[in-house]
């Protein structure tokens, strides 16, 4: 496949701490921080051509300071938003003349790079993808008062995950259309959606996992140890 992929990467929220006062990113795996093991993930993708990350300014020096000596692929450091979907238009400015973007949680440390190119290959046929695994459990919505409402069909019920691909100029019209409503959105293939393109699912692995809660650390290095195993 002969394309080039801009990687934006927003890391400005901390969200849950993991029981520390470091933001998530940043909390230590393995002598690398979370950041830079998702980071080394997407190097190894030869498409890549730039990698934006987009933080908080009091964090901005530090981050920089990550990856002064990396000259390829491209890594830029940003101020990002007070909300992810400022902080991914932020560095939508820097995606440069890419094909694709990709969009990545920033402590979503074990993406593969098969994983990522079957992806890209979905976007370019598409116009907008993201992997994602189908629900092993059975899902139920449940209302405000607790109750259950209705069972979900589980053959139709997927758990998205990242990276979320698109052509350049889907992401650029999605972002325009939703700063003209004003609305705000929890991923970016949402944001897609609602501005009236298809999204195509790619089936991804649940051990693309986001490390979110303070056990997700204990499930990381065990994978770290022994990648054989996994």
């Known amino acids: 496949m002969r394309f080039t992929l801009t990687v934006i990467i927003p890391a400005a929220g901390s969200g849950t701490r993991m029981e520390s006062d470091v933001p998530k990113p940043f909390i ?42 990396q000259t390829e692929p491209e890594i830029l450091c940003i101020e990002g938003g007070s909300e992810r979907q400022h902080s991914v238009y932020n560095a939508l400015h820097y995606a440069g003349d890419a094909d694709l973007v990709a969009v990545h949680d920033a402590v979503r440390p074990f993406v593969t790079g098969a994983d990522i190119l079957a992806c890209c290959e979905a976007a370019l046929n598409t116009g907008a993808a993201l992997l994602a695994v189908k629900a092993a459990d059975t899902v139920k919505i449940v209302g405000k008062t607790g109750l259950v409402v209705s069972t979900a069909d589980r053959d139709t019920v997927w758990l998205a995950q990242t990276p979320q691909i698109f052509k350049r100029p889907v992401l650029e019209k999605a972002f325009q259309q939703a700063g003209s409503s004003g609305k705000m959105f929890t991923d970016d293939a949402s944001l897609v959606e609602d501005a009236g393109f298809p999204v195509r699912v790619v089936p991804g692995d649940p051990r693309n996992f986001k490390l979110t809660y303070p056990r997700d650390m204990e499930r990381a290095k065990y994978m770290m140890e022994r990648p054989w195993q996994n």
Request: glycine share 2%; charged share 20%; net charge positive.
């Open 28 to 69: 230590k795996l393995h002598q690398k921080t979370i950041l830079e093991h998702t980071v080394n993930a997407f190097k190894q993708v030869k498409q890549v051509s730039r990698i934006v990350i987009a933080v908080s300014g009091d964090s901005l020096q530090h981050v920089t300071s990550m990856f002064t000596e």
